[in-house]
């Protein structure tokens, strides 16, 4: 177990204005982007979302988690962790529902129809449109990152087979007499996922030397996480991102997470194996990643490179 840490994670500014492709300032942002991916296997990204949406994102949250329970477990899914998840013993202070293909209206409104069968067209907006604010944002991401991996080229058709998942995330406050640990730590399946909160702490990410930092939300704040899916397409150089939830204190912690999926076969690029880095895993497909997931008895798989047990070399 590591001693914890306040040191900070690498902040990338992303709101700046002369990130114009091809210019000085877009090359040393790419490099900044897959340094912190190598090293950290995340980054804290500042990107604009306005303070008015930013609220109405946070309200429209508290209204869904507000619903019956009996409501909310109908947001069901076969997929892990893409459906509600709640009443939890493991967790008692967890509670989450998805919509996948959040960035196409039609899914946005069923899930809304399903949650206000009379409608609701200010949640279904505000959802519909915060996924694809942060959507753009991953895509740009992953464009710089290739780019700075010298395989632009490839950004378009990587982008085409890319799909998303939107979380909402609620942790209670912990009674005195709880565990305090909302989510216990583990790495993503998806390729990339994209954190954002309230003003309430509670996310915590694990470095290489096993020190936990404590992330310290802000407004403009979006938290990039490498998943495992991430780590063996880039062929080991990316690492994925342990992390957990730790709430502590009187208040409420909602969050939004959007993560990415990737259709089709998915193989590492050439141009990333060399001698240095011989290839470490056979092509491979992202539902299989979570099925085999799923499937597994292994105890310890939320500790275990479970991607190198899929489908290593």
């Not at 040393?28 to 296997?41: F, K, M």
């Not at 303070?51 to 909310?72: C, I």
């Not at 899914?107 to 949640?123: A, H, I, R, S, V």
């Not at 998943?227 to 957990?244: E, K, L, Q, T």
Request: hydrophobic share 35%; net charge negative.
């Amino acid at each position: 177990m590591g001693s914890e840490t306040t040191s900070k994670l690498p902040v990338v500014d992303l709101t700046k204005e002369n990130l114009k492709p091809g210019s000085s300032s877009w090359q040393s942002t790419c490099n900044e982007i897959r340094l912190a991916l190598e090293e950290y296997g995340c980054f804290v990204a500042l990107y604009d979302l306005s303070s008015n949406f930013r609220k109405k994102v946070f309200d429209s949250l508290e209204e869904l988690f507000d619903l019956p329970q009996e409501t909310k477990m109908k947001n069901v899914n076969p997929k892990p962790a893409h459906g509600y998840m709640g009443k939890i013993s493991a967790f008692p202070l967890h509670e989450g529902m998805g919509i996948e293909y959040a960035t196409n209206p039609e899914e946005c409104e069923k899930f809304t129809k399903l949650m206000w069968p009379e409608g609701n067209d200010q949640f279904c907006e505000t959802a519909h449109s915060y996924a694809n604010i942060v959507a753009e944002l991953q895509q740009l991401v992953m464009r710089m990152l290739f780019e700075s991996y010298g395989i632009g080229k490839r950004y378009e058709s990587h982008k085409k087979s890319t799909t998303y998942l939107l979380r909402f995330l609620k942790y209670r406050k912990s009674q005195t007499d709880q565990t305090n640990l909302a989510f216990k730590g583990h790495t993503d399946k998806s390729l990339v996922s994209i954190l954002h909160s309230n003003h309430v702490k509670g996310l915590e990410l694990r470095t290489k030397d096993g020190d936990w930092i404590h992330f310290e939300p802000s407004p403009n704040s979006f938290v990039v996480i490498a998943g495992d899916v991430c780590m063996a397409w880039s062929n080991d150089r990316i690492r994925s991102c342990y992390h957990r939830v730790i709430v502590d204190g009187p208040e409420v912690r909602y969050a939004l997470g959007l993560f990415s999926f990737l259709t089709g076969i998915i193989q590492t690029p050439e141009e990333l194996v060399d001698e240095e880095h011989p290839l470490q895993y056979k092509p491979f497909d992202h539902p299989g990643v979570l099925q085999f997931y799923l499937a597994s008895t292994d105890q310890n798989k939320g500790d275990r490179n479970m991607m190198k047990v899929f489908c290593g070399v």
